[in-house]
């Protein structure tokens, strides 16, 4: 196994994180009025997950390249 390889296993492992604090936030959401710090830690994994997809897709592209 390449480093290469190695850096897309940890990048899965923190995607896979990261979707299960999204699991537990949503778990935690309240039917009415959720408080502001939850649409903030919402949010801010959302953002966080879409920046590792990005780094995937980018380190697969240069795997490729390779």
Same mark, same amino acid.
């Given at each position: ?11 899965? @492992? ?5 979707? $299960? ?9 309240? %039917?009415? $009025?959720?408080?502001?710090?939850? %649409? /903030?830690?919402? =949010?801010?994994? /959302?953002?966080?997950? =879409?920046?590792?997809?990005? @780094?995937?897709? $980018? @380190?697969? %592209? $240069?795997? @490729?390249?390779?």
């Amino acid at each position: 196994m390449c480093k290469g390889d190695d850096y897309l296993d940890h990048l899965d @492992q923190k995607i896979a994180e990261v979707k $299960s604090k999204i699991d537990d936030v949503k778990k935690r959401w309240p %039917f009415h $009025s959720p408080k502001v710090a939850l %649409f /903030e830690e919402l =949010e801010n994994l /959302e953002l966080e997950l =879409e920046a590792l997809k990005k @780094q995937k897709e $980018s @380190q697969n %592209f $240069s795997n @490729q390249e390779g």
